[in-house]
């Protein structure tokens, strides 16, 4: 086979299989592992697939996401870490909005002393934290309720942004990756992560490494929209490679 065709045959196995190993198909094309890791790299470099220890699997569209409960319990230790490198950036008389989502959460505690800090949130746990520290100005967003997300959402929230001036967004996403960029399944929360990118001085996408690799059907925006990524260390290496030749902005924190 030509390289296209034995590309096309890989994703063709893939959507059969899911994850295979390089040894798996180096056995199954009858080719070199070499040949077969730059296959990789190929459907890698097309968003296709994704590298995985030893192997690799189809990149995945995400149709729905976890309930608030089930985000909340997972890649906890990679949460906090990008939490502490986010709250970092933070300055005393800032205004900042931290958007609804676990990540972000998990910066509540390292706030509470900074002086002169108003947080602007759609998150209602944020609010919930934060209401317990008068010295914090605080500021809800409104809008329409994502009972899932214990957020507001949509285009009420949008025209709420429109009248207020952040220094920093600190800005979820439920998957990502370099072609498709910052994607959801929720069209509602389209226009208000939008708006962010119009209204704060800077940008930050705060993401771990488990949602590269998946998409959604709404996207929010680029890579390159953002000034700043922070994930975790454990990104794949073909993935930091190509942020750097697009002169993506990214920070890498250890879980450990």
């Known amino acids: 086979m030509i390289p296209d065709q034995r590309r096309e045959h890989i994703l063709k196995l893939l959507q059969e299989r899911h ?17 077969v890791r730059r296959d990789i790299q190929a459907l890698e470099n097309e968003g296709k697939v994704l590298s995985v220890t030893g192997g690799v699997r189809l990149a ?13 319990q997972m890649e906890v230790p990679a949460k906090r870490a ?28 390292l706030l509470t002393d900074k002086v002169g800090l108003t947080v602007v949130t759609n998150d ?13 100005e605080l500021i809800h967003t409104g809008g329409m309720v994502s009972h ?9 929230a949008a025209e709420f942004l429109k009248r207020v001036n952040v220094d920093i967004a600190f800005i979820a996403s439920s998957s990502w990756d370099v072609d498709r960029g910052s994607t959801t399944p929720s069209e509602p929360k389209v226009v208000a992560k939008q708006q962010l990118l119009r209204i704060a001085s800077k940008s930050v996408l705060t993401v771990d490494s488990t949602k590269y690799g998946k ?18 260390d454990r990104l794949p290496r073909a993935a930091v490679d190509q942020m750097n030749e697009r002169d993506i902005r990214l920070e890498m924190v250890a879980t450990g």
């Open 19 to 35: 994850v295979l190993s390089i040894n798996e198909l180096t056995s199954m094309l009858a080719v070199s592992h070499m040949t």
């Open 60 to 72: 995945a569209r995400l149709k729905s996401e976890p309930s608030y409960f089930t985000k909340a």
């Open 82 to 109: 990008i939490a502490r490198a986010a709250a970092q950036l933070v300055r005393e008389n800032f205004t900042i909005f931290l958007d609804a989502g676990t990540t972000t959460l998990q910066m509540v505690p």
């Open 124 to 136: 209602f746990n944020v609010i919930g934290h934060l209401v317990e520290y008068p010295g914090i």
């Open 148 to 156: 899932a997300d214990h957020s507001s959402v949509g285009q009420y």
């Open 215 to 232: 998409f959604g059907t709404f996207r929010v925006a680029r890579l390159e929209e953002f000034d700043l990524i922070i994930s975790d």
